[in-house]
């Protein structure tokens, strides 16, 4: 059972006044010194914290005080140590992105939830699609790619119409937005293993950002994403309300 609890609150005026009783009710250590992290925020803050804390093997319990709250649990000020006794840890890996930018500079970050290609024109992307490799698509003419891990299939992913995945599953969604060339493509499946590589075709003329969970490279010639087994997150959910349980209800809402 956890006993020293490390909390971290997003900016917005709601998570800030929802931290202070939990302080006072629970107290308080530096992250470095604590079993368990309690986040409160939204789902963007608790990629953020995830990214944050990745160096430290401790779990995260996430609080909803934001809008979806996906990845969280409800907030409530009581009870919470006898419901981080019996939440049930999820370990995830995250996606590496190495974005070559046109200037000759090299970007790297970790994505949670997905690694994204957005045009940064007025005109329609076009990307070659190597995998492993080996070249799969020669020319996709789109708004943008993205490669999205299970766990973050319900988000940007499933809003660009690409499949859910359950979390156990060891492939990777490869979702294309408003495809014009090849028109009926509707992306892939990939093994968890594969090595995706992202070509900008006339990168001058049709100019790509690239995203690895809203940290952007801008103006790239190629990505290359795979991913980061040594890198791990824990994610602690209320029982019954873990991610294989929410991604399941997503698809019957």
């Not at 979806?68 to 995830?92: C, H, S, W």
């Not at 007025?122 to 003419?141: H, W, Y």
């Not at 293993?193 to 900008?200: K, L, S, T």
């Amino acid at each position: 059972m956890p006993k020293k609890i490390a909390f971290m609150a997003s900016k917005s005026p709601l998570a800030q006044e929802a931290m202070a009783p939990l302080i006072d009710r629970y107290g308080d250590v530096p992250v470095e010194q604590a079993d368990v992290i309690v986040a409160l925020g939204g789902d963007g803050f608790m990629l953020e914290a995830l990214h944050g804390t990745q160096d430290i093997d401790c779990p995260v319990y996430g609080m909803n005080r934001g809008t979806v709250g996906f990845l969280m649990n409800e907030y409530a000020v009581d009870g919470l140590m006898d419901r981080l006794k019996v939440a049930e840890d999820t370990v995830i890996h995250p996606l590496r992105m190495e974005a070559h930018c046109e200037s000759g500079e090299k970007f790297e970050a970790l994505a949670i939830n997905e690694v994204s290609l957005i045009r940064a024109g007025p005109q329609a992307a076009k990307l070659r699609i190597i995998v492993d490799g080996r070249e799969r698509l020669a020319n996709l003419t789109c708004d943008g790619a993205l490669l999205s891990t299970p766990a973050g299939s319900t988000a940007y992913n499933y809003s660009a119409h690409g499949p859910i995945l359950p979390i156990t599953a060891d492939i990777l969604a490869l979702t294309a937005m408003s495809a014009f060339r090849p028109r009926r493509w509707r992306g892939a499946l990939l093994p968890m293993g594969a090595r995706v590589r992202f070509e900008v075709l006339e990168a001058d003329k049709r100019p790509v950002t690239a995203s690895a969970d809203s940290r952007d490279a801008k103006r790239i010639s190629a990505v290359d994403i795979y991913r980061a087994p040594e890198v791990h997150h824990r994610i602690l959910f209320d029982p019954g309300h873990g991610l294989e349980e929410r991604l399941i209800r997503e698809q019957f809402v």
